[in-house]
């Protein structure tokens, strides 16, 4: 508003952090629901969640249906950005957790709905600015960065992460929470490796369960990237018995089971290749 010279189509590069979360299975929600019940329980998560990113100092880019993006970095950078894009994801889990009974009785608690939701965060340089007509501009941030972060977004259902962040935004946020390696993969539409991680908590607030099932997963992925199958599979089951159900063990167990059989090649560097978004 005090420079609105600005609002010109073209744009800039410039380092983001970018956040998507969506809900699991809403097709599937949205067919049991009538169309007024459905946008009441949805606009009731989607005010919180916008209200929890602005707290944050983040800017919502669109919601897409039911997920959200949202930045941080633009249009006016801010230090510690990168903390606060995770801070938000962090966030979402607990007001989730403390607004899932009004929106489920906004959707009449119809037997079988739930709400969960899964988030992706990445860091990087992106191309932001206006982008589109004369007619119509809409200020955003597009590139290699943001694809990255909707396709950590999508591996959360894969590893039953909450959140799940990049390397580059895990170096910046690693003294404030508690996080855990998950993997090193290949997205689909990416040829090189990414270091992927999961959230927990802020630092000094990780339940003692918790951190026993870290200890074991990491002492499995640490087997796992030397190869040596056999051991891996004894912590990950280690992991899945002080946290059952642990989706990520669960995973690599029938990964190593897999490799103990069909060995990766000698130069193997412990990444996986994702074919799915």
Known sequence: MDNPDNLQLGGN?????????????????????????????????????TNLVLDNSGMIDKFIGDAVMAI???????????????????????????????VLDLWNNKEGLDIRIGVGINTGIA???NIGSAGKLDYTVIGDTVNLASRLEGLTKQYGAFTII?????????????CCLLDKVMVKGKVLPVGIYQVFCEK????????????????????YLDKEWEKAIVSFKKSLA????????????????????????DDWDGSFAWKTK
């Open 204 to 223: 000094g607030r990780l339940p003692d369960v918790t951190r026993k099932m870290i200890e074991q997963f990491e002492s499995g992925m640490n087997y």
């Open 127 to 129: 191309t932001l600015g």
């Open 242 to 265: 002080v946290v059952d159900g642990h989706k990520a063990s669960l995973l690599y167990i029938d990964r190593c089971g897999h490799y103990a059989e069909n060995p990766p090649p």
């Open 166 to 178: 990049s390397e580059t935004t895990y170096e910046e946020v690693k003294d404030e929470f508690d």
């Open 72 to 102: 941080w970095g633009a249009p006016v950078a801010h230090e510690e950005d990168a903390k606060k894009a995770v801070a938000s994801a962090v966030k979402m889990e607990i007001v989730l957790n403390e607004i899932r009974p009004r």
């Open 13 to 49: 590069r410039s380092k983001v952090s970018v956040l998507f979360s969506d809900i699991r299975g809403f097709t599937t929600i949205s067919e049991n629901l009538e169309p007024d019940t459905l946008i009441q329980g949805l606009n009731h998560y989607l005010e919180k969640m």
